[in-house]
């Protein structure tokens, strides 16, 4: 473990923890814990500046890179940048705007927050209304994408139960906790095509919108045209309701009992997402874009602004500066980072990573945990192979990628040869060759690594 970045190890995230305890063992107190989200050291031998640059001056002015290049490295012990260029001027960040996301809904939600996904008696005799809480997770059955995962069939049997054997007869779906445009401001519409990177943002869908609990990292999955929609009608089979009747509507206000059946509004079942880091964590590893842009609306709600692109991307962006960071450094349109118009800061994201990294901040210590390791992990599976000074990465580097057209970036943390925990971010736009800009953006952080500077 690397001192002051809490889980970073190589550990995959949602993995399933059952403790066993034996009835029979003795009361004992419980040990004294270690400390997980102990502040960065200054262990190992410090960079100096001078040297830096003359490592990095070469490889950051690849032309492969394209003709925009901002990069930002600092020194997490002192917080003293070590290489500048262009630092502090907002760059295409596409999927490294989900450290924003995930920083931001951890610090205002908490780790330990759960999406919750209701059923509730309908207005109308054998009515049940679906209530969407904003869990992009959500899994019909026990073949989920997401491990973990809340099940529609467990909420099904909880609904069943609570009605007692009256049989559900028409579903409604609420969908009234997001509201606004369901994409985003400078997505191409082949995201959202059928099989695009991201779905609808809704606050009702299964496995991230997919029609299948499946995930391609090399293209995208089937998605639902309507995912609310696709939930609701996996769930109106699980309840034995008509599949037909399936449409959307609002849950009632809770009503005084009725004098026979279930009173309108009454809650008849209820289901809880893994905990709020685990689901951050997937987002990260894989760069999930539904995941990105469904939680980015949980940042809003929890600063009480709607749930629309506009209140997400207001509400990151306020969050940050009460984190103490230059959020004017930001000009967000989305949560996911799929949208061209989108600025962030190298800088921005450094002085993120180094807050995250100092144990000031514990609730957001949490986003190491979900990073990609180089050689190993999510995508940056398949990265630094080559050439092959670049595999001195391997296992070392923890970065968010963020690829769209002509544009590569990749923000992170790694341990020089000498023992040293740095934070990069590097933004490069106008490539013409995504392969040899993605080999030579991976070369600036090998090269730190094996660094003796």
């Not at 066993?20 to 200054?42: C, I, M, Y």
């Not at 330990?112 to 207005?123: E, F, K, Q």
């Not at 609990?213 to 109106?236: C, L, S, V």
């Not at 609730?363 to 979900?370: D, K, L, Q, R, W």
Request: some cysteine.
């Amino acid at each position: 473990m690397i001192a002051g970045v809490a889980v970073v190890g190589l550990v995959k995230p949602f993995e399933d923890e059952t403790s066993v305890v034996p009835t029979k063992a003795p009361v004992t107190p419980d040990p004294t814990p270690t400390p997980v989200l102990a502040a960065a050291s200054g262990g190992g031998k410090a960079p100096g500046v001078a040297q830096v640059k003359v490592a990095l001056d070469p490889l950051v002015s690849s032309a492969a890179l394209g003709t925009t290049v901002n990069v930002s490295v600092v020194d997490v012990a002192t917080g003293q940048p070590l290489y500048e260029r262009d630092a502090d001027v907002p760059n295409t960040p596409a999927s490294t705007t989900k450290l924003l996301t995930a920083a931001t809904v951890l610090a205002a939600r908490g780790p330990a927050y759960r999406l919750r996904t209701t059923a509730v008696a309908g207005s109308a005799p054998g009515e049940v209304v679906l209530v969407g809480g904003g869990d992009p997770t959500l899994s019909v059955d026990a073949k989920a994408l997401f491990p973990g995962a809340a099940r529609l069939d467990q909420l099904a049997s909880q609904v069943k139960k609570a009605l007692g054997g009256a049989k559900p007869t028409k579903l409604l779906v609420d969908t009234s906790l997001f509201s606004g445009p369901e994409t985003g401001t400078g997505w191409s519409p082949d995201d959202v095509s059928p099989l695009g990177q991201v779905a609808r943002i809704q606050p009702l869908m299964t496995n991230g919108g997919r029609v299948k609990p499946i995930h391609n990292e090399r293209g995208g999955d089937p998605r639902f045209a309507d995912p609310a929609i696709g939930a609701g009608r996996a769930f109106a089979k699980l309840l034995g309701a008509p599949v037909a009747t399936v449409k959307r509507g609002k849950a009632p206000a809770v009503a005084p009992s009725a004098a026979t059946g279930v009173a309108p509004g009454t809650r008849l079942g209820e289901v809880q997402s893994p905990p709020l880091v685990q689901v951050t964590d997937w987002m990260l590893e894989q760069s999930d874009n539904t995941i990105a842009d469904v939680l980015a609306r949980q940042v809003a709600l929890a600063a009480g602004k709607p749930a629309t692109f506009d209140g997400a991307t207001d509400a990151i962006i306020v969050k940050l500066r009460e984190l103490g960071l230059p959020g004017d450094e930001a000009d967000l349109y989305d949560g996911s980072g799929l949208s061209r118009h989108n600025g962030i800061s190298p800088a921005l994201l450094t002085q993120l990573l180094t807050l995250a990294a100092s144990g000031k901040q514990p609730a957001i210590t949490g986003i190491f945990g979900g990073l990609p390791v180089a050689g190993w992990s999510g995508t940056l599976e398949k990265r630094f192979a080559s050439p092959a000074p670049n595999r001195a990465a391997y296992g070392v580097v923890r970065a968010k990628t963020g690829t769209l057209s002509g544009v590569n970036a990749m923000a992170g943390q790694l341990v020089t040869k000498d023992g040293r925990l740095l934070v990069f971010a590097i933004m490069a736009s106008g490539s013409a060759n995504a392969t040899a800009a993605k080999a030579a953006l991976d070369r600036v952080p090998a090269r730190l690594v094996s660094c003796g500077c």
